[in-house]
């Protein structure tokens, strides 16, 4: 635990204080007078940062104490060229989470998190490849064909990147992560509840369902499922919280559509993220509140964003955008098989619909075989998301028409981006692949902004003149729980360092020019020594002499 506390607060500060000079620089690029965020918003420009480096620097280079050297170099010149003024940007910032609720409220979820950590409750696509993805980054710089190993190597996420990056594996440490839990934290502070925001009964939702987040699997783990639900509802909750404020501040805004856009490098799930974005941009320029030069500079960073992250995939797979076989349009000796591409779209679909039936049975279910199967496979938690979302839709939809003030506020604020980007991404959604992990942050942010729309005088009432003591204790009652099942079931050593994720058994599957390494009884990989799969394909090739020289399928 002492371990995973170091390196949480470690990669918080490195990502905030590289938000906070990076945000100077821009806005100064922009042409517009600098603007100090929320803590967590400058968290969240740090790690868009740090990943668009190190999609860069794993071009050439596997992520190791070089990239942190290169970092703290970024930061010492931000400091000379900056000096006191960055240090003033600091303190204004960070003193927006100094009071008595934010402090109370994350030791509490800083307990939570720790104790997810070291229970290591990973399992799934954790165990299966992302662990794998990370060790690749550590130990090499961007293979290629590394997705012939195993299909979903394929996939390019710059939050495994920034996993690679925060877990000091040259050090000796195995598989120590801590960056999904800062987040948490992060988000939690941000939506910690006091009377001066016009959406505390959002807040007071939000930080319970953050807290209860705080104990679950992403969380303790490298999902890159958790930084899009929770980037959904950071964003959506500053752009209503901006567009409640009589003076906007234009960098607030062109740092939505930047960060919204460019979520798509953590996972193509949040594409529908991009319409949200395309809305912002809308309101800008309806408003005129943005000029040329704003939008050739913010075109400039996504350019800088998005053209390491093509190249990456293009050398990892051989396709443009995996796993879109469309994208076949490069003539290299690596490139993944189109049938893979194709199984891969097919079994994330039918996992999603059936996850008990198997693969080719449940894609070619029509919708009413695989909906009751669907049905069967919710838990009570996705349960109560889905009906509370769909609930409240319904219950805008009907205010908005029967009340003429709402619906005036409503399209003058432009909530309808808002609700046209939910709206378009559970269709997508539900028609794509229905895991309900993947739209997780549409569901809560719904729940939460209905709550606060409805505002029931019951409500108000209740939590109005107890809002501080009803903050602390949702995190502390999740907190009690999670530190009795801790004492209860995990070892007195993991108060200094987690537990090894599982070992399991190895054996050689021979290839040509060399081996990979097989589980026994088709276990996961986890964070196994490379190259390891558990589902070898005997048509394999090495394309060198070394694991860094790639891999390619026998024609």
């Known amino acids: 635990m002492l371990t995973a506390v170091l390196l949480l607060i470690y990669n918080l500060l490195v990502a905030f204080w590289i938000g906070l000079a990076f945000n100077k620089f821009f806005t100064k690029q922009l042409g517009v007078n600098n603007s100090f965020f929320h803590p967590t918003i400058l968290v969240l420009i740090g790690w868009f940062v740090l990943g668009v480096f190190l999609q860069i620097f794993h071009l050439f280079h596997a992520i190791d104490e070089i990239a942190h ?5 970024f930061i010492v010149v931000s400091l000379l060229i900056y000096k006191k003024s960055i240090i003033k940007d600091a303190i204004a910032s960070l003193h927006q989470i100094t009071t008595l609720q934010h402090i109370v409220v994350g030791i509490g979820l800083l307990i939570i998190v720790l104790i997810n950590i070291v229970q290591r409750k990973a399992y799934g696509d954790i165990a299966d490849y992302h662990l794998q993805a990370i060790r690749w980054a550590e130990e090499y710089a961007l293979v290629p064909g590394v997705g012939n190993i195993r299909r979903q190597l394929g996939n390019n996420s710059s939050w495994f990147l920034l996993n690679a990056f925060s877990g000091f594996h040259f050090l000796g440490l195995r598989s120590v992560y801590t960056i999904n839990a800062g987040l948490v934290i992060m988000v939690g502070l941000f939506v910690t509840p006091h009377l001066k925001q016009h959406f505390w009964l959002r807040n007071v939702v939000l930080l319970g369902y953050f807290a209860i987040v705080a104990t679950r699997k992403y969380t303790g783990a490298v999902t890159n499922d958790l930084i899009i639900t929770s980037s959904i509802v950071l964003l959506f909750s500053w752009f209503t919280d901006n567009m409640d404020e009589s003076v906007k501040v234009k960098p607030a805004f062109i740092w939505m559509i930047i960060l919204s856009v460019s979520l798509v490098t953590y996972k193509l799930s949040a594409l529908p993220m991009v319409l949200f974005g395309a809305g912002v941009l809308y309101y800008l320029i309806r408003n005129k509140f943005i000029t040329l030069r704003n939008i050739l500079v913010s075109s400039a960073v996504l350019t800088l964003v998005f053209i390491p992250w093509l190249i990456t995939n293009v050398i990892q797979t051989g396709y443009l955008l995996f796993p879109a076989t469309a994208t076949n349009w490069f003539n290299v000796d690596w490139q993944m098989r189109p049938e893979i591409l194709k199984f891969e779209v097919d ?43 769909l609930f409240f839709l319904l219950a805008l939809f009907v205010i908005v028409l029967i009340n003429k003030s709402f619906q005036k506020s409503f399209l003058s604020k432009y909530y309808l981006v808002l609700v046209l980007t939910i709206i378009v991404a559970l269709v997508l959604w539900f028609t794509h692949g229905p895991a309900p992990r993947f739209v997780f942050g549409y569901f809560i942010f719904t729940i939460a902004m209905g709550v606060a729309v409805v505002n029931s005088s019951f409500l108000h009432n209740l939590l109005h003149n107890r809002l501080r003591l009803y903050s602390i204790f949702i995190v502390y009652l999740i907190m009690g729980f999670s530190i009795f099942n801790w004492i209860s079931t995990t070892p007195i050593s993991t108060l200094y360092q987690p537990l090894p994720y599982y070992e399991p058994k190895l054996t050689r599957f021979e290839v040509s020019g060399g081996s990979l390494w097989v589980p026994a009884n088709n276990d996961p990989c986890w964070d196994a020594e490379l190259p390891c799969t558990n589902q070898p394909d005997s048509l394999i090739q090495f394309r060198g002499t070394s694991l860094q020289d790639g891999f390619r399928i026998k024609k």
Do not use: M
């Open 69 to 73: 050297i290169i970092v703290w170099s």
């Open 347 to 389: 079994a994330n679909l039918a996992y999603a619909r059936a996850p008990k039936v198997d693969t080719e049975t449940a894609y070619n279910f029509t919708f009413s075989q695989w909906l009751p199967h669907w049905v069967d496979s919710l838990d009570g938690f996705s349960i109560f998301l889905i009906a509370g979302c």
